[in-house]
């Protein structure tokens, strides 16, 4: 695919028009911050991590969720837990360069099925809604929980999906994470578990179906070849658009060319690296971004959306809710003022902010 449609797919990202779907390898260059060593992200190396560094039997190295249930059967769920609170939620990392960039620009929805916390840090200055992965739980029929974030600290219990502020980012981590308390899905019974309920439409909020409708998505740092991340997958992106995405796979094999044939996703023989790098050539020559032409409101009565975006002016209904909120503000503050000359006041603000957004792109800043 050529250098231009990767930057077509970074633009698609940061306008909300395009789902990012992290996979193990969106991690890579993350480091120990004390070692040097690599952080486990996949298959192997948390085999690897969770056996000191030594290899397991060869039916056990097949795959993760095989090997963490074999540590479960022998030492109990707790030590498996202990592993991964101990990996993700002591130990420190450095920033994956992925991360960083997603913090710069911050999509409305990402799927990270990583259990480390970069994605949520990436957040750490943003209110959005967090939904975690759980499984072979009592006293509930879903596989799922939600916690708000408030821009400093996520709610102390968890938040019915009804209750959800839908016009804030969702940052989906089916396989859990550390924060705002530990909760995995590792072992071959957790993902029975979860992956029958997901099936079933149980594992994933009410909201979140809705939302997804129509969405496509980019696969990035996913190699489709894990049974189980493959069935978790064709879940999470079901009632996706066509093409559902893109997957950016170096040296695609036969069994994932077939898998993504049969799902309707498009390969791009390229990597995490190559999408950052297209990123970085969206900004033209000069420092200009290629930009989408803003179109305004047309009017309430023109007004029509089918939960993703305005079908009158293109616009997504987060883009809209958020320019919305802002255009209350400034024009609470004239009023809470009391300015006379409203006139003049609306001037100079559509003058500042023009010359704002001039500098910022000048300069390369985001968001």
Known sequence: MPETSLQALASGIAAGKIVPYLGPGALKSARNVETGEAIPADSDSLILAMNNGKPMAPRLMYEFPRAAMDVELKRGRTALHRFLESTYGTTQWTRAPIHDWLAGIK????????????????????????????????GTDYRFRIHHYDGEAYSENEIDQDTVDTSLPILFKPMG??????????????????????????????????????????FIGLR??????RMVLSDMIYAASEPKGWALIPAPNDKERRFCKR?????????????????AGTFAEGGSLRMEKFVPCQGKSACRDDGIRCLTCGRGVHEIEQLRHLM??????AIDYDYENVDEYSSYVARKLEKMITYRRENGQTG
């Open 107 to 138: 999509p409305p929805y990402v799927i990270d099925i990583n259990r480390d916390t970069q994605l949520q840090d990436s957040y750490a200055d943003a209110p959005h809604t967090l939904i975690r992965g759980i499984a072979r739980v009592g």
């Open 177 to 218: 994470s550390p924060k705002p308390d530990p909760t995995y899905i590792a072992s071959d019974a957790d993902y029975v578990d979860y992956i029958t309920e997901l099936m079933g439409g149980f594992a994933i909020p009410d909201f979140v179906k809705k939302y997804r409708i129509g969405k496509q998505y980019l």
């Open 224 to 229: 489709m070849t894990r049974d189980t991340e």
């Open 263 to 279: 799902l309707g996703i498009e390969i791009i023989e390229s990597d995490v690296e190559d999408l950052l790098a297209a990123a």
């Open 328 to 333: 209350n503000q400034l024009a609470s503050l």
